[in-house]
C-alpha cells in the first residue's frame, strides 16, 4: 500500500508574478481532510476536497458573490452525492463486486498524489493521481481496482461563467466491468443542498429532446443536459457537455439537482478508458421564478451553441 504524501502546499504553483489564476492545497478548516483552492484575482472559483474523512475527492464550484453551488451537508437528501464526482455502485472483478458510489461495502477512491497545480493568465490546471480500491484482496496481497488520472480545467469565458473541463483516465488494474445503474453511476453534477426547498421549481432540458422516461432519458447519443435552479436570490444553469468520444448509454436527473451521464463497461487490465466532459455554471439572466417554455427555448438554443462550441 503507498503511503500519503501529505502536507502537499509545496505543491502550490504560480505560472508567474502577475498571473490572473493560482492553486493552493492546504488543510480543510471546515471539513475533513484537505482542499485545493482555484482562484482567480484572489477570488475562489472551484474547490477540490479529498483526504482522511471523505468517501471520495471531488470538486466544489462557487457562483457569484460568494454562492457556493455545490455546497455539501450531511442532512442533504443523499449526502453522498457531492459536488461534480464520478463513480459506478457495482464494479465488478476477481475480487467480487464493490460499490464505489455510496462506498458502503468496503471500497476506496483515495487521492495518493497531486500531480500538478498551476495558476496561469486565463486557466488554472489541476492533476490528481487517485486509486480505486475493492474491499477484498487478491492473493498477492493487491485490492486496487484501478487507477484514475483526473485533470482538472478551470476557467471564466465571461464575467458571470465557470468553466471546469474535466478529464478522467481510468486505468484497470485487474480486468474488470464498471456496472450498475444509472441513478447510481456516471459522472454527475449535484447542485447545493439548500436548494432543495426549492426544488418544486427546478427545471431541465437536455439534447436529442428526447421524452423522459420517469427520471432518466435513454439515448447513445445524449450530448449535453442544462440544470436551471435558484441558489438564495439568484438563479443559476449548470450544464454538462458530453465529449463525442465518450460512451453513454443515458442521462440521469433528479429535481433536487443531481445530474449526469451514466454508461456501463467492460475493461481489461492492459485498457485505458479516457473520458471527457465540460461542465458549466453560469447566472440565469432573467429568471426569478420557475422558467417558462419560451425561456426554457432559449435555454436549450443557448446550450447547444455551448455545446457546439466545446465539441470544435
Given at each position: 500500500m503507498r503511503f500519503l504524501l501529505f502536507p502537499l502546499t509545496l505543491l502550490t504553483v504560480l505560472a508567474s508574478a502577475r498571473a490572473d489564476w493560482a492553486v493552493k492545497d492546504d488543510a480543510n478548516p471546515?471539513?475533513?481532510?484537505?482542499?485545493?483552492?482555484?482562484?482567480?484575482?484572489g477570488v475562489l472559483r472551484a474547490r477540490?476536497?479529498?483526504?482522511?474523512?471523505?468517501m471520495k475527492p471531488y470538486l466544489r464550484v462557487q457562483g457569484e458573490e460568494g454562492d457556493g453551488l455545490n455546497e455539501w451537508s450531511e442532512k442533504q437528501t443523499y449526502p453522498?452525492?457531492?459536488?461534480?464526482?464520478?463513480?459506478?455502485?457495482?464494479?465488478?472483478?476477481?475480487?467480487?463486486?464493490?460499490?464505489?458510489?455510496?462506498f458502503n461495502n468496503g471500497g476506496k477512491m483515495?487521492?495518493?498524489?497531486?500531480?500538478k497545480l498551476e495558476g496561469g493568465k486565463d486557466s488554472a490546471?489541476?492533476?490528481?493521481?487517485?486509486?480505486?480500491?475493492?474491499?477484498?484482496?487478491?492473493p498477492a496481497g493487491s485490492n486496487l481496482l484501478l487507477t484514475e488520472t483526473r485533470t482538472l480545467t478551470v476557467s471564466?469565458?465571461?464575467?458571470?461563467?465557470?468553466?471546469?473541463?474535466?478529464?478522467?483516465?481510468?486505468?484497470?488494474?485487474?480486468?474488470?466491468?464498471?456496472?450498475?445503474?444509472?441513478?447510481h453511476a456516471g459522472i454527475h453534477f449535484r447542485a447545493s443542498a439548500s436548494m432543495e426547498k426549492s426544488k418544486g421549481d427546478t427545471t431541465y432540458v437536455w439534447e436529442p429532446d428526447l421524452a423522459g422516461q420517469g427520471r432518466k432519458v435513454a439515448s447513445k447519443e445524449m450530448k449535453w443536459v442544462r440544470f436551471t435552479f435558484p441558489i438564495g436570490d439568484r438563479w443559476y444553469h449548470a450544464s454538462e457537455f458530453n465529449a463525442p468520444t465518450n460512451p453513454v448509454e443515458e442521462l440521469s436527473r433528479r429535481d433536487y439537482g443531481r445530474f449526469g451521464f451514466f454508461f456501463a463497461k467492460a475493461l481489461k487490465n492492459d485498457e485505458t478508458l479516457t473520458l471527457k466532459y465540460r461542465f458549466l455554471t453560469e447566472l440565469a439572466e432573467g429568471v426569478?421564478?420557475?422558467?417558462?417554455?419560451?425561456?426554457?427555448?432559449?435555454?436549450?438554443?443557448?446550450?447547444?451553441?455551448?455545446?457546439?462550441a466545446f465539441v470544435k
Amino acid at each position: 500500500m503507498r503511503f500519503l504524501l501529505f502536507p502537499l502546499t509545496l505543491l502550490t504553483v504560480l505560472a508567474s508574478a502577475r498571473a490572473d489564476w493560482a492553486v493552493k492545497d492546504d488543510a480543510n478548516p471546515n471539513l475533513p481532510g484537505r482542499q485545493v483552492d482555484i482562484t482567480q484575482n484572489g477570488v475562489l472559483r472551484a474547490r477540490l476536497i479529498y483526504g482522511d474523512g471523505q468517501m471520495k475527492p471531488y470538486l466544489r464550484v462557487q457562483g457569484e458573490e460568494g454562492d457556493g453551488l455545490n455546497e455539501w451537508s450531511e442532512k442533504q437528501t443523499y449526502p453522498h452525492h457531492r459536488g461534480i464526482f464520478i463513480g459506478w455502485n457495482k464494479i465488478v472483478s476477481d475480487l467480487g463486486s464493490f460499490d464505489l458510489w455510496h462506498f458502503n461495502n468496503g471500497g476506496k477512491m483515495t487521492l495518493v498524489k497531486l500531480e500538478k497545480l498551476e495558476g496561469g493568465k486565463d486557466s488554472a490546471t489541476l492533476v490528481a493521481t487517485i486509486e480505486w480500491r475493492g474491499g477484498k484482496q487478491d492473493p498477492a496481497g493487491s485490492n486496487l481496482l484501478l487507477t484514475e488520472t483526473r485533470t482538472l480545467t478551470v476557467s471564466r469565458p465571461t464575467a458571470q461563467t465557470t468553466q471546469v473541463d474535466a478529464q478522467f483516465v481510468l486505468k484497470p488494474a485487474r480486468d474488470l466491468t464498471l456496472g450498475g445503474d444509472l441513478q447510481h453511476a456516471g459522472i454527475h453534477f449535484r447542485a447545493s443542498a439548500s436548494m432543495e426547498k426549492s426544488k418544486g421549481d427546478t427545471t431541465y432540458v437536455w439534447e436529442p429532446d428526447l421524452a423522459g422516461q420517469g427520471r432518466k432519458v435513454a439515448s447513445k447519443e445524449m450530448k449535453w443536459v442544462r440544470f436551471t435552479f435558484p441558489i438564495g436570490d439568484r438563479w443559476y444553469h449548470a450544464s454538462e457537455f458530453n465529449a463525442p468520444t465518450n460512451p453513454v448509454e443515458e442521462l440521469s436527473r433528479r429535481d433536487y439537482g443531481r445530474f449526469g451521464f451514466f454508461f456501463a463497461k467492460a475493461l481489461k487490465n492492459d485498457e485505458t478508458l479516457t473520458l471527457k466532459y465540460r461542465f458549466l455554471t453560469e447566472l440565469a439572466e432573467g429568471v426569478s421564478a420557475k422558467p417558462t417554455d419560451e425561456q426554457r427555448a432559449a435555454f436549450r438554443k443557448a446550450a447547444q451553441a455551448q455545446y457546439d462550441a466545446f465539441v470544435k
